[in-house]
């Protein structure tokens, strides 16, 4: 018998030894050093360098290349002293609005 958080851990890919990677705050205003833990296609743990106090990470960026290509739009999903949980946000609901109103047009 699987626990529902067995399940949710087999969807998940864990890294050994983690990925490194940087939050970026959405106005640019700030960026922490990270390590990704583990990812699926909806969110991430996150390991913080450094303290979380007075950030806004409501939502904010996870920058996945050293050169910004590669990001992920996140919003916050819980706390556990340095690791942070993340859900990853979808453009697509805002983009599907646009194109039934314009298909409807």
């Known amino acids: 018998m699987a626990a529902k958080a067995d399940q949710r851990v087999n969807n998940r890919v864990v890294f050994e030894r ?10 640019g205003t700030w960026r ?7 990812v699926s296609e909806t969110g991430a743990k996150l390991t913080i360098d450094g303290s979380v106090e007075g950030l806004h990470l409501k939502e904010f960026f996870l920058l996945l290349s050293s050169t910004g290509l590669a990001y992920r739009r996140c919003e916050l999903a819980w706390v556990n002293g340095d690791q942070i949980g993340v859900n990853f946000l979808k453009l697509g609901d805002k983009k599907k609005k646009v194109r039934s109103a314009t298909v409807g047009a």
């Open 32 to 38: 922490r050093e990270c390590t990704m833990e583990d």
């Open 18 to 27: 983690g990925i490194p990677a940087q939050m970026m705050g959405i106005d």
